[in-house]
């Protein structure tokens, strides 16, 4: 049983780009969150996407967007990359019925920004 | 919104010694606390939760323990072995409409084994 898959698994941009990471949902889960995680750093949570639609959302500008495709899968967009957006980001999975608890985070996409 | 602080950023212990994690939160409406284990490379996993209708929880080796009235919560790890070098993350988040995945986390600990 395959977990979070996420893709790429490393990705370099230039400053005023922009950049689309993907994610696939563990078998059974229906819901996915994004999250920042600079270098050193506990992750910041970006968004949760439930039914297609943006459910929860941290302190991120709108730069940061995202979008649920009918089959649970995910994607972050981030507009005019900005070097501090160089992070690891993370997909994590949950049930929504079961209430969001013991979530699963997949290996996340280091991105750079140059 | 929740802030949650996490002591000591590094921690090295002997092969067979406990270890112990503290953290605290500000949002006395949190109720959830997860810890997860993100070793070099991969995506933290998650190692054992609690919420705040009890004050402790353990799976073997490992411990939780959570005082609501001064919101703080450990972890605990026993007969600590070489596989459990890692960085470890506290979590808190209070309920929501829409479940509990937007958790705050503190700001890890480098937890290092030593044989």
């Known amino acids: 049983d395959a977990g979070v898959t996420q893709s790429p698994t490393h990705l370099i941009k230039t400053r005023g780009q922009q950049v689309t990471l993907r994610c696939s949902p563990k078998?059974?889960?229906?819901?996915v969150s994004w999250y920042q995680q600079a270098l050193g750093q506990g992750p910041q949570f970006i968004f949760q996407y439930y039914e297609e639609e943006e459910r929860q959302r941290g302190n991120f500008p709108d730069r940061f967007s995202g979008h649920q495709f009918p089959n649970y899968s995910s994607e972050l967009n981030v507009n005019a990359l900005l070097l501090g957006d160089s992070a690891l980001y993370l997909c994590?999975?949950?049930?929504?019925?079961?209430?969001?608890?013991?979530?699963?985070f997949g290996s996340g996409t280091r991105l750079t920004v140059v | 919104g929740e802030n949650v602080e996490q002591h000591p950023s590094t921690l090295s212990v002997q092969e067979g010694d406990s270890a112990v994690i503290k953290c605290t939160y500000s949002d006395s409406a949190s109720n959830y606390f997860p810890w997860y284990k993100q070793e070099l490379g991969k995506g933290p996993q998650l190692i054992i939760d609690i919420r705040s209708n009890v004050g402790e929880k353990k799976d073997q080796r490992i411990a939780v323990t959570l005082n609501k009235t001064a919101k703080h919560f450990s972890l605990h790890i026993t007969e600590t072995q070489p596989e459990d070098s890692a960085v470890y993350f506290c979590a808190a988040t209070p309920p929501s409409n829409f479940g509990n995945e937007k958790l705050t986390f503190g700001t890890g600990t480098r937890l290092t084994i030593i044989p």
């Open positions: 994590a999975s949950s049930f929504r019925e079961g209430g969001g608890y013991g979530y699963t």
């Open positions: 078998s059974g889960h229906d819901t």
